[in-house]
């Protein structure tokens, strides 16, 4: 029996359907239309706008690239430019390179393609023991972008790893460049939540642009040569 004030609560078998009829066509908001017709057209005149030029389409490989070797090279500059201070490298993980750059013009929406998440261009401090697992980390992989260092990959560890030139030292504390993905310990890398991240809230995205901007300024052509930067110790 139910009392004053009580509720039969309904079980699942109990409910029964309630067919909704819509309207096949709906009034147009004239409107809204007109906003985002407006809105289109400077998001395309945006995305359409020329940043630099190649002489080659670029697309990302391992263990290296010209495409990550660029891209890199643009987080290493940038995050120098950005903090003012010195940077020893900088690193891309090979999944976070979504899309090649086409040969021929370079426009901001191709760098959107090529980087479509808001990942951020951080700073890590790390004694070269740190840094010495992660480039371990990447040599089983196969390879990332690196700007700031040579390696080699011998049994999936990385070997014979200079930094700025001189070798890989334990005690030394490097400055890295990074995406905040991969430093809070994205794509597998626990090993560098354990060290603090610096962040200026500055967008990957907006370095490559203003970096390919620069170049362009500097009237050099996009990308970056294949430079040994990682290759394998027993390739010729």
Partial sequence: ?????????????????????????????????????????????????????????????????????????????????????EVHAAFINYGGVRAPLPK???TVGNIFEVMPFDNLLVLQEMNGKVLQVFLDKIAARGGWPIAGIEMKIKDKKAVEVKVQGKPLDENTVYVIANSDYVATGGDDNDILKTVPVISSGYLMRDAFIAYTKMQTEQKKNIGSPLQKRISYANAQ
């Fill in 1 to 85: 029996m139910i009392g004053c004030g009580a509720s039969k609560t309904m079980l699942p078998w109990q409910y029964k359907p309630v067919n909704i009829q819509l309207a096949k066509e709906l009034p147009s908001d004239t409107s809204m239309e007109r906003w985002l017709t407006g809105y289109s057209g400077k998001l395309r005149a945006s995305m359409d706008q020329v940043i630099g030029t190649t002489t080659q389409a670029l697309s990302k490989a391992q263990p290296e690239s010209e495409l990550g070797n660029y891209l890199a090279d643009a987080l290493l500059e940038m995050a120098k430019r950005e903090y003012k201070r």
């Fill in 104 to 106: 021929g013009n370079i």
